[in-house]
């Protein structure tokens, strides 16, 4: 990056003079400013909200005992003895541990805990009060606090309950590593990711071969129907594996009496909803290989499975890589499919959702949510590590391959694409199914009740609405943003430091779980010293929360179509005395729009199906479809959750339909250039 | 065409003017009831009231406490009208709720009301734990119907239970807690440790259970009652038993939240809320309301039901709730294994 715009720099001025600072122009300005806001939206939209739930984990709560004196009065009420601290008490009990004494934000500390030879029905009167303001405690659900004394009976005083104070610590690190329920998810989560990544990256491959060297009909249809998964919440696999194999399942005797609660059906289901992103990059992959390769081999005489190893899976290497830590991450930061097929297998993103709406122990939600961050860090950067490394696999001289017929083969490869085919389609068929019949398994008539999505939770058909609408501005504001953003950074001369900062920034929300940041949101903008607080609960959080949580992949497609149109047309506007906005317009808008409505569809779909970034950030007027998918299936009605979840199939693909038939036209209409 | 334009500006300003009149006050509440009850609860309530117009927040138990401690220092609500009485405590003990004592508290029942004085919340109705029974399920598996708590322990139901998780459910709380209370601290693990033999699984949400012994997806399912008489009269083939130890329950619960600017609009509420025509309206859904002698039988509600209700030591729950979670994942959640 830098050795290109040295270059670029070196280009532009006279040879040995020295280094001239070029002067900004009223553009450069102007397109630095641009740069500015954009930066600083990411910065609100995601590192201010990380580093709030960064401290909400470090936040814990503890028993002070220096905050609170008590005073005991002999058989007839008289308080002669002197006030004792609990910290001076416990020092000589040892009543309460040290460890006892870090807790959470719901913590209460008995005060009997103090006196050894307590009894209710003595006749002793215990005082109590703190030795600071706000040092809390209850008498019975009575709420106290301040340095004056309170006077309570024994009766009443078995009824006092201290309550801790707020502190800044590792306290709930050493919690949650010590309790083996919660940091067994993390061994889960792996497990249950390394598997499904290897089974989708090999299913996936060997889709991605037979699409790309086989000559098998039907090839477009495959593709398509491979692609379905990403239309759907990935909690609808889950739903469809139910109907199939639960304990009343259509087909459950294959499972030869394992339950599908557990693995087995996280694992299917995680196939299923990742199937489509690992097939898009082996395909991609497999695509991009030389056919001078394959015509050496053959001269060498190498049979088909020598060249296979050596020249096909070498060469798809990196796709391979890229797909399998994608994979992961999707699987180990999903949160919809474990809580709908889980059943008591215990994974990360569902414990940040049972810590934070299960106990409302938010301090732990937000130290599960570093805990996730940690792998889908480490995949990150070794996924940024294998992408530099790809760079010059095709030469100018390369030769596209194509693939020549043969009839066993072709033959192999169809029935092989065939039976994935049938597994996405029969799943989606099932829920499809599911959603029209009356009452599973006892009347098995067709009706439409289950449509009837007012009269259940999840907020109705108005979630529905609330979706498209959610989706359609995810898709112009996202776009818009994240377009602007690529060309600033793309085009604007110098400015190296800002420019690489920039593209940290938009790297960094891939690196960021659904669940994270949208927990992450709660504590940044609930907050109610923020100036931004009152987009809590409104559309707009929503929207901010989904086109940030699908930044990087658009910004990376925007600026892949951005560097492949030559800087000269910037060069040549600023010669012709064009301001840049007007280039901007009438050239580079016009020449990316495939890009531009690819960059709308991929947000668009994604906003419609995504749940782990919105679970916590949706309110009672912005249900989401996507949402109401889960709380409806949370609730038991595993039905009309199958029928909203075909919904928004339905909806993205006509969506996707839609997009279709406009990128066509607009392919008509504005790139007719390209087919000189 | 000019005349017919103003007639129909005139009617759309004096329709506006109407309901601008209609609603002179909105208030926010916060609510868990079912969302299929809440037009009807508002409607009613507009009846006697209809300058006041309420703005519904609805969400489950678990998600609307989280939601109100999460607004602890900014409070969105002004009144919380259906919330279970245990996150009321909770709240109450952050210092969130405004103590109010309602024109006529004295005619409910006092378990329903707050002992404060004035009370911090008032009761509603009562949601009763109870265990749903598919006949045709269990029939092809041969399982007897329990009577006891102490029944569903037996080997011959392993598997074939399921309950709510206390974790994530205030279902699932109340009858752990109601087991602590009837057996005693170690009867009632030690309950627990024989019960989880036989569970298949535990969900998140509380009328789960019953939903799916309803689909026949288990046989029995640990829930309350008014889930299981509702699926029961959608047609599915339960059976709902009250086991005959007692059972633990929870109540649904009113209280105006402390910061209001709405507080005479919010009593107002709070008023109506405990009155026999609002009692009334809680019974079309609810065998067991606040106020004595007003319930009639609900359909497909067990009868003995109240005379099962425990003596629901609700501080008990609300002062031991964090330490009983944490012995209830320590024993039961650290277990991965799925079984069938």
Known sequence: MASTADALAAAGRPPKARPIKPRLGRDDLIMRGFMAVIALYLVIAIALPLYAMLSKSFSTYSFDLTAYEFQVSDEVGNFDAPPVSAAALNDELQAVSPEDLSTSSDGRLPATSFFPDFSFRSPVMYKIRGTSADAVYLVGTERFSGTEWREVDSNNFRRVMLRPARDIGFANYVTYFSTPALFQSIENSIFISALSTIITVTLAFGFAYALSRSCMRLKGFFRLVALAPILVPSLLPGIGLVYLFGNQGMIKELLLGESIYGPIGIVIGSVFFTFPHAMIIITTALAISDARLYEAAECLKASRWKIFWTVTVPGARYGLISAAFVVFNLVITDFGLPKVIGGQYNMLAVDIYKQVIGQQNFEMGAVVSVVLLMPALVAFAVDRQVQKKQVALLSARSVPYQPKPNRRFDWLAFGYCGLIAVFIVGLLAVCQYAALIKFWPYDLSLSLKNYAFDLMDGGGWDSYYNSIQMALLTAVAGTAVVFVGAYMVEKTKGFETGRSLFQLLAMLPMAIPGMVLGLAYIFFFNEPANPLNFIYGTMAILVICTVTHFYTVSHLTAVTALKQMDREFESVAASLKQPFYKLFRVVTVPVCLPTILDISIYLFVNAMTTVSAVIFLYSPTTTLASVAVLNMNDAGDIAPAAAMGMMIFYTNAGARLIHLAVSKGVLKRTQAWRFR | ?340
């Open chain 2, 1 to 340: 065409m000019a005349f017919r334009k103003t007639l129909l500006t005139a009617a759309a300003v004096s329709l506006l003017v109407a309901t601008a009149a209609k609603a002179e006050v909105e208030l926010t509440v916060y609510t868990a009831v079912e969302a299929e009850d809440l037009k009807r609860y508002a409607e009613t309530f507009n009846q006697d009231h209809p300058d006041i117009k309420i703005n519904w927040v609805r969400d489950s138990t678990g998600i609307v406490t989280a939601k109100l401690l999460a607004e602890k220092n900014n409070p969105q609500a002004d009144v919380v009208w259906g919330l279970a009485a245990t996150s009321l405590l909770l709240l109450k003990t952050e210092g969130m709720l405004e103590p109010y004592a309602p024109k006529g508290v004295e005619k409910l029942d006092k378990k329903f009301v707050d002992k404060s004085n004035p009370p911090a919340w008032v009761g509603m109705d009562a949601w009763v734990a109870s265990v749903c029974y598919n006949t045709v399920e269990a029939g092809k598996l041969g399982l007897p119907m329990p009577k006891s708590w102490k029944d569903l322990t037996d080997p011959a139901y392993k598997g074939h239970l399921i309950m709510p998780n206390p974790n994530s459910s205030g279902t699932g709380f109340l009858d752990v807690s109601s087991w602590l209370q009837m057996f005693g601290e170690k009867g009632g693990w030690d309950y627990m440790d024989a019960l989880h033999e036989n569970i298949a699984r535990y969900t998140h949400s509380g009328s789960a259970p019953c939903k799916l012994a309803a689909a026949g997806e288990i046989p029995i399912g640990i829930s309350f009652a008014f889930r299981g008489a509702k699926s029961k009269a959608a047609g599915a083939p339960l059976e709902i038993i009250v086991p005959e130890e007692g059972v633990g329950w929870d109540m649904e619960a009113t209280a105006i939240i402390a910061g209001t600017a709405k507080l005479e609009a919010a009593k107002t509420l709070v008023d109506w809320s405990i009155t026999k025509k609002a009692n009334e309206m809680y019974n079309t859904g609810y065998a067991v309301v606040a106020m004595p002698g007003v319930a009639k039988p609900v359909e497909f509600f067990p009868e003995n039901l109240v005379d099962k209700m425990i003596d629901n030591d609700f501080e008990f729950a609300a002062n031991n709730r964090a330490a009983i979670l944490e012995e209830w994942q320590k024993r039961y959640d650290s277990k991965s294994d799925p079984k069938g």
